[in-house]
């Protein structure tokens, strides 16, 4: 087991971000955020929370967004679990060596200060996201 990784946020995408923000209003979540446009994966992201729980509403504004294509399989549905971790190149290389494989780059997340995040893929746990403290 990775000890160091915290639950940072749920990963939920979104078809209308506006739509869905007030859905989640109607269900009780706060927005703890603005609209924020990620240009690294054309996404719009917005975050909102409940009970302690954070959710990240993630709506491609383009046909060539990474996510763009996970649309017609999920539609509105939770896709991925985002832990922060103090080393994220040392946690992507043990994650690695242990059943889990990379799908992009550490890159810069806009949404949240900027700070660097990755995606991996798991065989049997399906998508993470890792957030660099
Ligand atoms: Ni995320």
């Known amino acids: 087991m990775i000890s160091t990784l915290k639950i ?3 990963g939920y995408l979104v078809k209308k971000i506006e ?3 007030s859905q ?3 269900l009780g979540y706060q927005v703890v955020s603005k609209i924020c446009r ?3 994966r054309k996404v719009d992201i917005l975050f909102m929370e409940k009970d302690g729980y954070r959710i990240e509403l993630v709506s491609p504004y383009s046909e ?3 996510v763009y294509g996970l649309m017609s ?3 509105n549905s939770p896709y991925h679990i985002c832990y922060e971790t103090d080393d994220l190149e040392t946690t992507a290389a043990e994650l690695c060596s242990d059943g889990f494989t990379a799908i992009d780059e550490a890159t810069p997340a806009p949404a949240i200060k900027g700070r660097r995040v990755q995606f991996l893929m798991g065989r049997y746990s399906g998508m993470i996201e890792l957030l660099e403290n």
């Open 8 to 10: 940072h946020h749920i």
């Open 19 to 21: 739509k869905a923000q």
């Open 24 to 26: 989640f209003l109607t």
């Open 38 to 40: 990620d240009e690294y």
């Open 64 to 66: 060539d967004s990474v």
């Open 73 to 75: 399989r999920y539609k």
